[in-house]
Nanobody
Framework: QVQLVESGGRLVQAGGSLSLSCEVS????????MGWFRQAPEKEREFVAA????????SYADSVKGRFTISRDNAKNTVYLQMNSLKPEDTAVYYC????????????????WGRGTQVTVSS
């Protein structure tokens, strides 16, 4: 099995920056892709960003393009989400996700999920 653990969520002022981390453990595959989702209270979980195993390809939700950056360090089995120019509407629980089928699969319907980390942006 694959286990994902997020960290880095906290309270931050609007306009500020925050970096999230997700470490993967357990059985892994060379084709595994990683991604981030988020879910605000009373709303559906939404896609944020995804990255291929090699890091060569990335994708982002329109709401975060130009503000968020996804990256990975395979030597550390870790994926990151750098968030800049944060807005109150970015407030949510952020979930790490993974899928062996590629970065498009992890963006749409990932196989593995972390337990989430809370990000709160004050106005």
């Amino acid at each position: 099995q694959v286990q994902l653990v997020e960290s880095g969520g906290r309270l931050v002022q609007a306009g500020g920056s925050l970096s999230l981390s997700c470490e993967v453990s357990g059985r892994t595959f060379s084709t595994i892709a990683m991604g981030w989702f988020r879910q605000a209270p009373e709303k559906e979980r939404e896609f944020v960003a995804a990255i291929s195993w090699s890091g060569a390809r990335t994708s982002y939700a329109d709401s975060v393009k130009g503000r968020f950056t996804i990256s990975r360090d395979n030597a550390k089995n870790t994926v990151y989400l750098q968030m800049n120019s944060l807005k109150p509407e970015d407030t949510a629980v952020y979930y790490c996700a993974a899928d062996s089928r590629g970065h498009l699969a992890v963006a749409g319907n990932p196989t593995y999920w972390g337990r989430g980390t809370q990000v709160t942006v004050s106005s």
